[in-house]
């Protein structure tokens, strides 16, 4: 009895110090169940989403920008003292001025304030928006559809060098020479050259939609060209003889979802080397351009078109018509479509300056993207027009 009870306390010690130890330790034999249980789900998971995203991989249409620039963000983010982008609470958000051309139809008073306004907003924000454009909502939604149809294929097929019989480099995302964050735009893009259009891919639905948007946005743009002309006081053919569709370009943008906090560029900060671009875009939002020394973001208008003057156009009008810098930012949840359309010259077709003292020298087309791709090589950035001032070396 004596001894049954000893024993009894000896192990009643001990159990006691066993739960004690357990307690303390978490290691019952329960636990270690659990443990192996919880192990053996997780493995399970890992695997399995491992599966699914390297199938995804094969078949999905966004690039790869995480894997590609992971590095690169990655230092980016940890070097950032400050925001990669400012904060957006301090980035106003405005309309564009707005012109309605259905007034230069009407003649007289109307047509003369129609004109000015279009010069008044080039000169000023050298940005703005048009309605009753003349290119009708369908064919917007046309090209539209089309480009979410191209931008859906799947990622090898883009990069592949047939990709839709375009030129090679049609298809471009990321920015293949940034060295830092800052240097990187969160999108892809199929840039094509309107000469594809009447060559290579003939015949195909892309072509037909993107050859009547390119008429009539082309219509649009040199009716824009000429009152500009206008009211400058030179009555000019020139547009109407050297930007003709075989020198213009359509990119097609989209802006995958970037979930990046706090946020990166859809596009890099630039200025369009061109003489017009004509925008078209969703109701997404995320186009910024300087007004002032300021940053603003654009208000979207799906059934308005974007116009912004290009560097050609700033020199063309000796300074009067600005070409200003604009950016796109990404979204963190929201992926964004927009079509740009570049009124480019013929490559020989020299640019003359319109104005007492010149302030840049005469230069070609072609010396001037010559000159804009041997910046971007060396210094890792476009210098633009302050190569081409009178005076600079
Ligand atoms: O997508 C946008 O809003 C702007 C596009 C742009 O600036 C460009 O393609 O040059
Ligand atoms: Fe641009």
């Not at 990669?84 to 109307?110: A, Y």
């Not at 298809?171 to 050259?193: D, F, K, M, V």
């Not at 570049?342 to 302030?359: M, N």
Request: hydrophobic share 35%; glycine share 6%; charged share 20%.
């Amino acid at each position: 009895m004596h001894k049954r009870g000893k024993s009894n306390a000896i192990c009643t010690l001990h159990t006691n110090h066993t739960k004690k130890y357990y307690r303390t330790c978490l290691h019952t034999p329960f636990h270690w169940f659990i443990y192996i249980i919880f192990a053996k789900t997780f493995c399970f998971a890992l695997s399995t989403f491992l599966q699914v995203k390297s199938l995804s991989m094969m078949n999905s249409s966004d690039p790869p920008f995480y894997e590609i620039y992971k590095t690169l963000i990655e230092e980016g983010l940890g070097k950032a003292q400050k925001p990669i982008i400012d904060k957006p609470s301090i980035i106003q958000e405005c309309e564009l001025p707005m012109i309605d051309l259905s007034k230069l139809r009407l003649g007289g008073v109307e047509r003369e304030e129609c004109m000015e306004d279009i010069a008044k907003a080039s000169r000023e924000w050298g940005f703005f928006q048009v309605m009753n454009h003349g290119i009708p909502m369908e064919v917007l939604e046309e090209i539209r559809l089309e480009e979410v149809n191209v931008f859906q294929r799947p990622f090898v097929e883009k990069i592949g060098e047939k990709f839709l019989n375009l030129s090679p480099g049609s298809y471009r995302w990321g920015t293949p020479s940034a060295t830092c964050i800052h240097q990187l735009s969160w999108s892809e893009a199929l840039h094509i050259s309107l000469e594809d259009i009447s060559g290579s891919l003939t015949g195909t639905p892309l072509s037909s939609t993107v050859e009547q948007y390119s008429e009539l946005v082309l219509k649009l743009a040199q009716k824009l060209a000429e009152i500009l002309a206008e009211k400058l006081g030179y009555k000019s053919t020139f547009f109407q003889e050297t930007c003709v569709p075989s020198s213009c370009y359509l990119r097609m943008n989209r802006y995958p979802p970037c979930p990046i906090s706090p946020g990166l560029f859809g596009l890099m900060p630039h200025t369009d080397s061109d003489f017009l671009t004509i925008l078209s875009q969703d109701e997404v939002g995320g186009l910024q351009l300087v007004k002032d020394g300021k940053w603003i973001a654009v208000k979207p208008n799906p059934q308005a078109l974007v116009i912004n003057i290009g560097d050609f156009f700033q020199a063309w009008s000796n300074g009067i018509y600005k070409s200003v810098e604009h950016r796109v930012v990404a979204n963190e949840h929201a992926e964004r479509f927009s079509t740009a359309f570049f009124v480019c010259p013929i490559k020989d077709a020299v640019i003359q300056i319109c104005g007492e003292p010149p302030k840049y020298r005469p230069f070609s087309y072609q010396e001037y993207r010559r000159q804009v791709h041997k910046d971007v090589k060396n210094l890792g950035q476009k210098v633009g027009l302050a190569r081409f001032l009178v005076g600079a070396t």
